[in-house]
C-alpha cells in the first residue's frame, strides 16, 4: 500500500478550466482527464488524501465520481467542500513521512489573511506549532501559482492537479523534491 496526495480536482467545476487555465474543453473532458489520471497513478490497496475543494454540484457529482476512482480516498476539508458529499475527516492534520514531521491543510499554513478562508487559517500560536514541529507542509488552494513555497519558515508544497499534471504524487516524490529543496537544488 502507498500513500499519494493530491488536491483542488474541482469535479464538476466547469469555470475552473478559465479560471485556472485547465487544458480541458469543458468539465466533462476534465472529470475524465481528472479520473483517468488518478486511475493511471494508484492501485486498488493505496490511499490518497486529497487536500480540499474535490467536487461541485453536491453529493450527486460526488457520488458519480468517487467510485469511479482506485484506491481509498480520504478528503480534507477544503473551503469549496460544503455540501458536496466528501466526508471530510478533518480541516489539517500532522503526519509523518518517512522520517519527516508534515503538517497538512487546505490553505497554506502560513496564509494570514485570505477572503473567503478565514475560518481555514490559523492563529500565530499553531502557526508557530507548525513551525516549530514540522519539517514541510502540503497544502493546496493556490492552483497553479506556486510548486513549492518557502514564504513561511519551512517550505510548503503545493499538492493542486493544476502543478501535479494533474494526477496524485506518492510520498517519495514529496520526499525528494523536499531534500532537494533543502540542499538548494
Known amino acids: 500500500m502507498r500513500r499519494a496526495w493530491t488536491s483542488d480536482m474541482h469535479v464538476g467545476h466547469g469555470n475552473i478550466i478559465e479560471y ?5 474543453r469543458d468539465a466533462a473532458h476534465m472529470n475524465k482527464r481528472l479520473v483517468d489520471g488518478a486511475n493511471e497513478r494508484l492501485l ?3 490511499t490518497c488524501v486529497h487536500v480540499g475543494d474535490f467536487c461541485f454540484g453536491g453529493r450527486k457529482v460526488f457520488n ?5 476512482l482506485r484506491g481509498n480516498w480520504v478528503f480534507v476539508r477544503g473551503n469549496h467542500d460544503q455540501n458536496n458529499g466528501a ?3 478533518c480541516d489539517w492534520m500532522f503526519t509523518r513521512m518517512s522520517h519527516f514531521t ?3 491543510s487546505h490553505v497554506p499554513y ?16 499553531m502557526i508557530a506549532e507548525v513551525e516549530a514541529r514540522c519539517d514541510f507542509a502540503i497544502c493546496g ?9 518557502d514564504e513561511g519558515e519551512i517550505p510548503c508544497f503545493n499538492g493542486s492537479v493544476d502543478v501535479r499534471k494533474f494526477r496524485p504524487i506518492f510520498d517519495n516524490v514529496i520526499v ?3 531534500n532537494k529543496f533543502k540542499n538548494g537544488n
Do not use: I
Not at 502560513?110 to 500560536?125: C, V
Not at 488552494?141 to 513555497?149: A, I
Open 20 to 24: 485556472a487555465g485547465r487544458p480541458f
Open 44 to 46: 486498488d490497496g493505496d
Open 64 to 68: 458519480e465520481f468517487c467510485p469511479k
Open 87 to 89: 466526508k471530510t475527516v
Open 102 to 104: 508534515v503538517f497538512v
Open 110 to 125: 502560513f496564509y494570514r489573511h485570505e477572503e473567503g478562508t478565514a475560518k481555514f487559517l490559523l492563529s500565530e500560536a
Open 141 to 149: 488552494h493556490v492552483h497553479d501559482e506556486w510548486d513549492v513555497s
Open 176 to 178: 525528494c523534491a523536499y
